[in-house]
């Protein structure tokens, strides 16, 4: 069994422009996440929460700083020339504010194309994206299209797309945000569950404070710095 967190930020800084128009949008931000550990990441808008989240997603790399994913070096050694895109596929899953789902496609299929993406074959595809559909309470579902779910349904599709892959981490932005309260709770719940059972480290966006006791660790960002905050303060 790889031993190694899901994931290491180690002094990450995002700098936009320069001379008179340089922005630091994220200095020296370090966060290590264990599998299994779901993190909740606070603060103000424009504090730079989404500048981390797409850093360490490898979609809008830092300036500087390291990161290792599942125990690979991703910024610098030899993925440093490789289709970062393809890693991301396999080691990265994200969950958004809107489900994002593909809305021709039913919720078996959102869930089964992220797996042939990777190269499973139909039919072991088909099979697997079942499976989470059903650990997910959805199955009965898994012909209806995305416009025939509700809204906690279509993020219950979203998490199992993001799990297909088994990925080490997984990245959610305000996955609650157009929830209501109840289905909000139960979505946050789902996230604790699964990253427990699954062994993938979970970060998680959030200005929700009704469901912040489901995590394990609480981080807070603001001015682009990140600290670690005593779970009791903010419980």
């Known amino acids: 069994m790889n031993e190694s967190p899901a994931i290491e930020a180690i002094?990450?800084?995002?700098?936009?422009?320069?001379?008179?128009?340089?922005?630091?949008?994220?200095r020296n931000a370090s966060m290590t996440v264990r599998r299994g550990e779901v993190v909740a990441l606070l603060g103000p808008s424009g504090s730079g929460k989404s500048t981390f989240l797409t850093a360490v997603g490898l979609i809008n790399p830092p300036t500087s700083g390291r990161i290792r994913i599942g125990g690979h070096q991703v910024l610098d050694g030899p993925l440093a020339?490789?289709?970062?895109?393809?890693?991301?596929?396999?080691?990265?899953?994200f969950v958004f504010q809107k489900s994002n789902l593909i809305p021709f496609l039913n919720a078996r299929e959102n869930v089964q194309i992220a797996l042939e993406?990777?190269?499973?074959?139909?039919?072991?595809?088909?099979?697997?994206?079942?499976?989470?559909?059903?650990?997910?309470?959805?199955?009965?579902?898994?012909?209806?299209?995305?416009?025939?779910?509700?809204?906690?349904?279509?993020?219950?599709?979203?998490?199992?797309?993001?799990?297909?892959?088994?990925?080490?981490?997984l990245l959610a932005d305000e996955p609650t945000a157009a929830l209501d309260s109840g289905n909000g709770r139960q979505v946050m719940e789902l996230?604790?569950?699964?990253?427990?059972?699954?062994?993938?480290?979970?970060?998680?966006?959030?200005?929700?404070?009704?469901?912040?006791?489901?995590?394990?660790?609480?981080?807070?960002?603001?001015?682009?710095?990140?600290?670690?905050?005593?779970?009791?303060?903010?419980?």
Do not use: C, W
């Not at 002094?11 to 994220?26: C, I, Q």
């Not at 970062?84 to 080691?91: E, K, P, V």
């Not at 139909?122 to 650990?135: C, S």
């Open 191 to 235: 996230f604790a569950r699964l990253a427990h059972e699954h062994g993938t480290g979970v970060i998680v966006v959030t200005h929700d404070q009704r469901a912040l006791s489901v995590f394990d660790t609480i981080y807070e960002m603001e001015d682009g710095i990140l600290n670690l905050q005593p779970k009791e303060a903010v419980v």
């Open 117 to 169: 993406l990777n190269d499973s074959s139909p039919r072991a595809a088909r099979q697997r994206a079942l499976e989470l559909l059903e650990e997910l309470g959805v199955r009965d579902r898994s012909e209806n299209l995305p416009s025939m779910l509700s809204g906690g349904q279509q993020q219950r599709v979203a998490l199992a797309r993001a799990l297909a892959n088994q990925p080490s981490i």
């Open 11 to 26: 002094d990450l800084t995002k700098v936009y422009g320069s001379g008179n128009t340089e922005v630091v949008a994220m």
């Open 81 to 93: 020339q490789a289709n970062l895109t393809a890693f991301r596929r396999q080691h990265v899953g």
